[in-house]
């Protein structure tokens, strides 16, 4: 007894929570299929300012391109209300694990590619600390701008192992601001 009170205490220091460390890895990520155009068609999160938000939101379009080092090179195209296209450019820094990340830039801790076919979509797991609160994060990338189905069912299922529920969640429309963004 006294050991899981002594874990829970180590968890509550660190500011994770006992089933984070269960989060999966894509075993043996290859981030050279992983490279292209993907589009972010569902976004799950209990971010305050996403939960506010998420209603107006719409499909992002990422250009990922590996880099030399293991890192990720991310292009974001963000629609924005006026019908312009908001780009962002980032990098996935790469941890200890291949399919691991962490981007300090974005404030996110934790970035994992939990399951991708490669070819139609990849659930990401994101953790971000921004002013000392936590948030978690799925986002269900596709290939092409719908949902495909596989990938909807494997975020389904991680959901409530990260503790987030249905009403957390977003399928996003898609939008033509964007789509040719990075051509």
Partial sequence: MLHLLVAGWVFALLGVSPGQAEVPIQPNFDASQFQG????????????????????????????????????????????????????????????????FSDTALAQTDIRVVSTDYKHFAVLYVEAQKEGVRSVWLQLYARAPELFPEGAQKMQQLAPQVGLNPSQGALLPSSDQCAGAFS
């Fill in 37 to 100: 155009t993907w589009y972010v068609v569902g976004v799950a999160s209990d971010d305050q300012g996403f939960l506010d938000t998420k209603d107006n939101l719409k499909m992002p379009v990422v250009l990922v391109t590996p880099l030399a080092n293991g890192d990720l090179a991310l292009k974001f195209g963000y629609s924005t209300p006026d019908g312009g296209c908001q780009k962002v450019d980032t990098t996935f820094t790469k941890g200890a694990v291949d399919g691991q």
